[in-house]
């Protein structure tokens, strides 16, 4: 079992900077792939980067690739998300996730609560 809390989400200008953390509960965190994902109204739920147990392999959402980052730190059972140069379509709730190293959010077995980002213009 794994609790999920999102924080770090805000209102952030277009070009600017902005880190989301993801703190797990559990011994078990450093087993699981991570994930991050995002919903904005009206469309579906979509993977904007993940990354294995260990950190060697990532995945980006091409929309995102070159701006956004994500890390882990295993002995601080958090993951990251670093996002430089935000856009205002990268305004959605953000979640992040265990479960399998995948792009699909039926893959995830645990999600958080979600963090709110809007990006002004």
């Known amino acids: 079992q794994v609790q999920l809390e999102e924080s770090g989400g805000g209102l952030v200008q277009a070009g600017g900077s902005l880190t989301l953390s993801c703190a797990a509960s559990?011994?078990?965190?450093?087993?699981?792939?991570m994930a991050w994902f995002r919903q904005a109204p009206g469309k579906e739920r979509e993977c904007v980067a993940a990354?294995?147990?260990?950190?060697?392999?990532?995945y980006y959402t091409e929309s995102v690739k070159g701006r956004f980052t994500i890390s882990r730190d295993n002995a601080k059972n958090t993951v990251y998300l670093q996002m430089n140069s935000p856009k205002p379509e990268d305004t959605a709730v953000y979640y992040c996730?265990?479960?399998?190293?995948?792009?699909?959010?039926?893959?995830?077995?645990?999600w958080g609560q979600g963090t709110q980002v809007t990006v002004s213009s």
């Open positions: 996730a265990a479960g399998k190293y995948t792009t699909r959010a039926d893959g995830y077995d645990y």
């Open positions: 559990g011994s078990t965190f450093r087993s699981y792939p």
């Open positions: 990354i294995t147990q260990s950190g060697l392999n990532t």
